[in-house]
């Protein structure tokens, strides 16, 4: 109990304690607050997609869909150098590192620059194991890529960890769905373009 009683101020005070004791309810202020702050200017270090679950067969679900199609392109534009695919298969058979890093890799991110983080369970994990990669690779600016509703959340755990504001920025895939969510698998990533196409990553939709 007396460890109890000293251990909770230090918890208090480094970061928000509705992340640590109780369930995430997001926001809707704190969401649009993050997405329209002014984050430091591209590139980023690197991109940290943060994990949801594949599907039960081992697919990627919508939701790798859209946190992968996101950092796919800001690759593509040079917003970020490299990528970075957290998570475990916490919520189901696959490792979902794993396949959003196939995905990408599919659609033409070269893989000494797709890095995959395989141990975490939890947004706290996700993030404390993705910044371990980027200090042992020298990377030290990320963009994360996460649904709107889970960047709050997101960005107070990360700034626990130590990744600042001023070497970080937040990016939510779901503003970009497509209109029907009942698309064929590939909606959100369409098959890379060759010749003149090839030339335009801009067009990566």
């Not at 007396?2 to 970061?15: F, G, I, M, V, Y």
């Not at 309810?25 to 594949?54: E, H, N, Y």
């Not at 396949?99 to 983080?117: K, S, T």
Request: overall charge positive; some cysteine.
């Amino acid at each position: 109990m007396k460890r109890l009683a000293l251990l909770l101020p230090l918890l208090l005070s480094c970061a928000d304690a509705r992340d640590v004791f109780r369930p995430y309810v997001p926001d809707p202020a704190q969401i649009r607050a993050v997405l329209a702050q002014k984050w430091p200017t591209p590139p980023f270090d690197t991109a940290i997609v943060l994990g949801c679950p594949a599907r039960l067969d081992g697919a990627p679900s919508l939701c790798q869909r859209c946190r992968v199609k996101t950092a796919v392109r800001a690759y593509q534009k040079g917003v970020v150098k490299n990528l970075i695919f957290s998570g475990a298969a916490a919520h189901s058979p696959a490792v979902e590192a794993e396949v959003m890093a196939r995905l990408a890799l599919a659609h033409g991110i070269p893989a000494a620059h797709v890095f995959r983080e395989q141990r975490a369970l939890t947004t706290w994990q996700n993030l404390r194991f993705s910044l371990e990669i980027m200090r042992a690779h020298g990377l030290s600016t990320a963009l994360v890529v996460s649904t709107a509703e889970h960047l709050p959340r997101s960005r107070r755990i990360a700034r626990f960890w130590g990744l600042d504001d001023a070497h970080a920025g937040y990016e939510a895939c779901d503003l970009d769905l497509p209109r029907k969510l009942d698309e064929p698998e590939d909606a959100l990533l369409p098959a890379p373009e060759t010749g003149a196409a090839a030339e335009n990553p801009s067009g990566f939709r």
